[in-house]
């Protein structure tokens, strides 16, 4: 059954905010000597998954961002540790 009158929905998506948090993902990385590749197997997550992140393709949800933090072996607030 179709709805009637229904609008399209708008994505959220806060720009400014996830090139912060790509470029402190890639900060950690680089710390911890950590590829992308080896950072989506710790966080069993896909290659192009970590790679969308990193180059602002997606919003990542928070779950996502848990799971890379345990892979980073850092806390969620040093993952968010920049000024908006």
Do not use: W
Not at 29 to 46: D, G, M, P, Y
Not at 49 to 74: C, F
């Amino acid at each position: 059954m179709k709805k009637a009158n229904t609008k399209p929905r708008k994505l959220i998506f806060e720009e400014e905010g996830l090139i912060l948090l790509a470029k402190r993902m890639k900060e950690l990385r680089k710390v911890k000597n950590i590829s992308q590749e080896e950072l989506a197997h710790r966080a069993e997550l896909t290659l192009s998954q970590v790679a969308r992140i990193e180059t602002v393709k997606i919003n990542p949800t928070v779950s996502t961002m848990i799971r890379i933090a345990k892979a980073l072996d850092v806390s969620l607030k040093e993952v968010f540790d920049f000024e908006v």
